[in-house]
């Protein structure tokens, strides 16, 4: 029997999902990895990435093994626009849909695909060497440091004793953490697979512990830490969502011993501080410019 596949999870009214059908988004904790996607595919239904490589990266990487329909989706001004003429360079015949604001392509697997292994190729896990660390397109920041990491960079002094680096992305901020000698175990958590897939290879240090897992549900970190560190994200699946910075800092607060630490780095339009307030005993701005706001906060 072959393989029915699903990446992400697309809007229901547009497109039917088969039951039963695998997971392959890194963003979906537990899925499956697209890297391991060698069986044939029966079907495909993607809910197609914003970035143009890891898009085309994803839709190569269904079309490679496929044997039967393949639904890709997107908001049209989330790249939807141009799946069809993506899927079409790779070789196949499309028909294409509008819908309640997103681009619907459906394709058959192409006699002759084209281009797959250049995608492939150009959407992978690489070395950076202006990084120096290990990146793949679609992960947050992949191909420079956010300034707003960057600020709060600046400002970090050396950490002590056990602690964690909350949506820690690909270890950016953990390897400065990591640089303290008087840090004896670093939880580094993300939702995004292949975040930690290359904070693991970036940060080959025995005290660090990687989780991959939605923060929100996850129970895995021990409590009474003694600092938290985090660039907290405000878009869930593309949208701004100021719940999502504010249950980090929440969760920070619940994971910290009575005296422990955290430092954030917020967008200034963000409305942080005031929880920052309502959770934290003590809160200072340590350092801020036209776009970021760093705060010391203590539990
Ligand atoms: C602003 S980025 C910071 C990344 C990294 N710490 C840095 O400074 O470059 C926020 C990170 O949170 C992750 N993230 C988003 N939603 C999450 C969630 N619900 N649970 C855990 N991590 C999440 C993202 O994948 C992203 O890597």
């Not at 392509?105 to 006699?111: E, F, G, I, L, T």
């Not at 580094?188 to 240090?205: E, Q």
Request: aromatic share 8%; hydrophobic share 45%; with cysteine.
């Amino acid at each position: 029997m072959s393989l029915d596949a699903v990446f992400g999870v697309p809007p229901a009214p547009l497109c039917l999902v088969p039951p039963g059908a695998a997971q392959f988004s890194p963003l979906v904790p537990g899925s499956r990895a697209l890297e391991e996607l060698e069986e044939p595919l029966g079907s495909a239904v993607v809910l197609a990435p914003p970035g143009t490589i890891e898009r085309q990266y994803t839709l190569a990487r269904f079309i490679r093994v496929l044997r039967g329909p393949l639904v890709a989706l997107a908001p049209k001004d989330k790249g939807g626009s141009r799946i069809a003429k993506e899927l079409r360079e790779f070789g196949c015949e499309v028909e294409e849909e509008a819908r309640q604001h997103h681009r619907i392509c459906r394709v058959s697997a192409p006699a002759n695909a084209v281009g797959l292994e250049h995608a492939i190729r150009a959407g992978a896990p690489r070395f950076d060497e202006g990084l120096g660390l290990w990146t793949q397109p679609g992960v947050f920041s992949w191909n420079r440091i956010d300034p707003g990491s960057a600020l709060l960079l600046e400002q970090l002094p050396p950490m002590a004793g056990v602690g964690a680096d909350l949506g820690g992305g690909i270890g950016v901020l953990a390897r400065k953490i990591l640089s303290s000698e008087a840090v004896r175990e670093l939880h580094l958590l993300d939702l995004d697979s292949r975040a930690v897939a290359c904070a693991r290879r970036n940060l080959p240090d025995v005290r660090v512990r990687f989780h991959w897992a939605d923060l929100r549900q996850f129970a895995g970190i021990p409590v009474n830490l003694d600092f938290v560190v985090t660039n907290p994200p405000f878009h869930d699946g593309g949208a701004e969502d100021h719940d999502l910075g504010r249950a980090f800092l929440a969760q920070a607060a619940y994971l910290l011993r009575a005296g422990g630490v955290c430092w954030v780095v917020a967008n200034r339009h963000l409305p942080y501080e005031e929880l920052l307030r309502s959770v934290f005993l003590r809160v200072n701005l340590r350092a801020e410019n036209g776009a970021f706001k760093i705060f010391e906060a203590h539990r």
